[in-house]
């Protein structure tokens, strides 16, 4: 599936994912204090497999944690209860 505004949207469907972990872009520039984004998008998988999610880190402006993994869980198409941000 794709999303003009979003990008790829990857499925996870019959695929336990066992936690998502969000690193965020501490490069952006100091005239745009308070927006954030994403750095980094890794899918932790049963039996120590990782999914890089590069397709995620299109410098799209957030101004919330809370919008950043509401963006992932559906760009994921996951729950977002498996997502957590890391500092």
Known sequence: MY???RGVIK???NVTVER???QLD???PECMDGIIR???VIVYLPKN???NHQELV???DFYTEEEIINSVAQRLN???DFIEIIA
Do not use: A, M, P, R
């Open 58 to 60: 299109d410098n799209l």
């Open 20 to 22: 998502v972990e969000i």
């Open 11 to 13: 499925v996870y469907t």
């Open 38 to 40: 994403i750095g980094s």
């Open 3 to 5: 999303n003009k505004q």
């Open 26 to 28: 501490d490069n952006v």
């Open 78 to 80: 996951i729950d977002k």
């Open 49 to 51: 497999i990782l999914k």
